[in-house]
Nanobody, 116 residues
Framework: QVQLVESGGGLVQPGGSLRLSCAAS????????MAWYRQAPGEQRELVAR???????YYSDSVKGRFTISRDNAKNTVDLQMNSVKPEDTGVYYC??????????WGQGTLVTVSS
């Protein structure tokens, strides 16, 4: 059983920065990719950023140029650096991982609120 534990959510003012972290209970090399999703109130969950073992990271158009996803294979973590945040970035952020067998795993989510 894989556990993903997010941390780092909270209240941040528009234009500010926040860093989310996701710790995996399994070696990162067992995952084809790790990703961050978010779900705003009343909305569907959407992909924000994804980092595969090889290749360039993927970002949704809404966060491109502002958010950065990074993996630390030694620490088994994947972080999401959020800069220049906007009120529309508000939501519950979920860590996601897909292993080499094709199984998906999710964290419990961490709430990010962007408000003045």
């Amino acid at each position: 059983q894989v556990q993903l534990v997010e941390s780092g959510g909270g209240l941040v003012q528009p234009g500010g920065s926040l860093r989310l972290s996701c710790a995996a209970s399994r070696n990162m090399f067992s995952f084809n990719y790790m990703a961050w999703y978010r779900q705003a109130p009343g909305e569907q969950r959407e992909l924000v950023a994804r980092r595969e073992r090889f290749g360039s990271p993927y970002y949704s158009d809404s966060v491109k140029g502002r958010f950065t996803i990074s993996r630390d294979n030694a620490k088994n973590t994947v972080d999401l650096q959020m800069n220049s945040v906007k009120p529309e970035d508000t939501g519950v952020y979920y860590c996601n991982a897909r292993d080499t067998s094709g199984d998906d795993y999710w964290g419990q989510g961490t709430l990010v609120t962007v408000s003045s």
